[in-house]
């Protein structure tokens, strides 16, 4: 076994470029021609593979050092069969080492762009794809120009990528575009037309090439023919050319995020300035499957309150109407839409039970209903919903986990019982806060309640009165029903529905009798509340409202 320096091959007229990935480890076992690490240009990135298989002993590059040929990229200990191999192309790079770029020192060999149309110093000029060094068929992976654009010489005109480097090909005259001859995903070689400038002050002279004309060759590295009369020097940086949309990224990032579908121009880069890593498109997918983002693609898509393809379901289904009878289409109000949001998140976030109970109300409505005839004078209705409130905040101070919110892994539990109740109004399903329910007696509460109502109904509610709930109530016993399953109001995590009060037959132990019962149904979030508790808090409540004197207990 012997230690082998692999060296940064030839990389043409790059001078000093810099290491922005690496792609290896200590320990690593390589295959002959494996990508090692991406360095960077103004224009161009690529991979530098390895000349030799074997096993990383040492890394001497790190990530921001500025490398140019020649220089130590790692030690491998290399098999004796590829050793001799790779000690013999040290000096010179060859099939092994994979990557030859160009060289500045063979000008007209290396010729870049190449004007046809010469040396017309106005009219139409042909725009050739430059010998791009080994490369055969390089895809078009991004377009910056358009038909009327003024085109500088060497701005960049498009990009084209290989496995291993992307490099922008830039324009050889100055001119208006007139016609672009490429498309994205077309696959092009040295000499195709690229494009069709007016007006040129056309490169009579050589002018400019590729500063990166990187190649990934298959065979000892040719020098491409000459196919032009201009020789070239490197362009000057023109550092809007990388910004043109263009996500700053790897060729190998950028195949990975096409692979996986991925928009990179939507993905935060988190590297030195702002270069997309692998783990940048990683947690951009995981975001995107978790439903924690959306692409543009899919918010484009869905409809407002989402189309459920985050969830992987089928789309909504879409139905004309129209086809099967006479539509009428409104608008939703801005309160609908809001507490659909709402109602929608919590109902899928949420996992929900509901339990069902009833609770014998005959003495407690009688004494409602005496009370109002005693208060009638007093212009304050007492209502059902008053003693539900205040049965639910013995029940709470009973069960404190209702009255708790989770917040990540805890639980906060509140030592305010704050109620909500649902009031339907004109413009929709509104939630008023009774604030301290526990301070307050049934007259205070019936009133408060009488007000917000009224509130709600008028649109008239401020933010402040319809926050801060730490358990809700939804009565539906003024208009009818026997259960429900009421959705909790997050972040709350229990939500009690009522309906309506009945006469049923309740055996006593020795006969049946007529006894008023309420309709109980509980909701509630399994995160936080087992059923036993559930079940527990509903018997709680019935036996309160069965009987008040026990809120004194
Ligand atoms: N059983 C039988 N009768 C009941 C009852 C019950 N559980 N609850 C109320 N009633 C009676 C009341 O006694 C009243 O009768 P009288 O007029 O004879 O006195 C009548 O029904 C109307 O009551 P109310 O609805 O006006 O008053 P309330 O205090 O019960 O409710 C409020 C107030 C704001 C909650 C209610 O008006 C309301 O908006 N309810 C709808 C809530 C809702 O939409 N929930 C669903 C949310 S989920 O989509």
């Known amino acids: 076994m012997a230690l082998v320096e692999v060296k940064v091959p030839d990389i043409g007229d790059f001078d000093e470029v810099a290491v922005i990935e690496l792609l290896v480890k200590v320990g690593d076992t390589l295959k002959a021609e494996q990508s090692l690490i991406t360095v960077e240009s103004d224009k161009a990135s690529m991979e530098i593979p390895s000349s030799t298989a074997g096993v990383v002993k040492e890394l001497r590059v790190k990530l921001g050092d500025k490398v140019k040929q020649g220089s130590v990229v790692l030690m491998v200990e290399a098999s004796s069969d590829v050793a001799s191999l790779a000690s013999a192309t040290d000096a010179l790079p060859t099939a092994a080492l994979a990557v030859q770029v160009a060289a500045a020192t063979a000008p007209v060999a290396t010729a870049a762009a190449t004007v046809v149309a010469l040396p017309a110093a106005i009219g139409p000029v042909e725009v050739l794809i430059p010998d791009i060094g080994d490369f055969k068929d390089v895809a078009v992976i991004e377009i910056f120009v358009k038909p009327g654009d003024a085109i500088k010489v060497e701005q960049s005109l498009i990009t084209v990528e290989s496995d291993k480097a992307a490099m922008e090909i830039p324009s050889s005259a100055a001119g208006v575009l007139k016609e672009l001859k490429v498309k994205i995903g077309d696959k092009v070689n040295i000499g195709d037309l690229l494009a069709i400038l007016e007006g040129s002050v056309a490169a009579a002279a050589p002018v400019a090439a590729m500063n990166a004309a990187a190649s990934v060759a298959a065979s000892a590295p040719s020098v491409a023919p000459a196919v032009a009369t201009a020789s070239i020097s490197a362009p000057a940086h023109n550092p809007g050319s990388i910004t043109l949309g263009l996500p700053h990224a790897s ?17 935060k880069g988190n590297g030195p300035k702002g270069r997309i890593s692998f783990d940048d498109v990683q947690a951009f997918t995981k975001a995107v499957m978790a439903g924690a983002t959306q692409t543009k693609a899919q918010a484009a898509k869905a409809p407002a309150g989402g189309d459920g393809a985050a969830l992987g379901l089928i789309p909504w289904p879409k139905v004309d109407f129209a086809k099967f009878g006479p539509i009428e289409r409104k608008e939703m109000g801005r309160i609908k839409k809001i507490s659909g949001a709402n109602l929608l998140r919590n109902a899928i976030m949420i996992p929900a039970v509901t339990n069902h109970d ?24 007492v209502t059902m919903l008053a003693f539900l409130i205040k049965a639910c905040v013995a029940a709470l101070k009973k069960y404190p986990e209702f009255n708790s919110s989770l917040d990540g892994d805890a639980l906060v539990y509140k030592n305010y019982w704050h109620i909500g109740f649902a009031a339907d109004t004109p413009n929709g399903l509104m939630v008023p806060v009774i604030r301290d329910a526990d301070k307050k007696g049934i007259l205070q509460i019936s009133q408060e309640m009488g007000e917000l109502a009224k509130k709600a109904r008028d649109g008239k509610l401020s933010p402040a009165e319809m926050t801060g709930a730490t358990f809700t109530i939804s009565s539906l016993g003024g208009i009818g029903g026997k259960y429900f399953t009421p959705i909790i109001n997050a972040p709350e995590v229990a939500i009690l529905g009522v309906c309506k009060s009945t006469h049923e037959p309740v055996w006593d132990g020795k006969q049946f009798v007529p006894r008023l019962m309420l309709p109980l149904s509980l ?6 509340i087992d059923g036993a508790a559930a079940a527990r808090f509903n018997a709680y409540l019935g036996q309160i409202l069965g009987d008040f004197r026990r809120v004194l207990l």
């Open 251 to 267: 060729p190998s990032v950028r195949k990975f995020a096409r692979e996986l579908g991925v928009p990179l121009e939507e993905v």
């Open 358 to 381: 009833d609770a014998d109300i005959t003495e407690l409505e009688a004494f409602r209903v005496s009370t109002n005839k005693e208060n009638e004078k007093s212009g304050i209705k």
């Open 523 to 528: 909701t509630w979030d399994h995160r936080v």
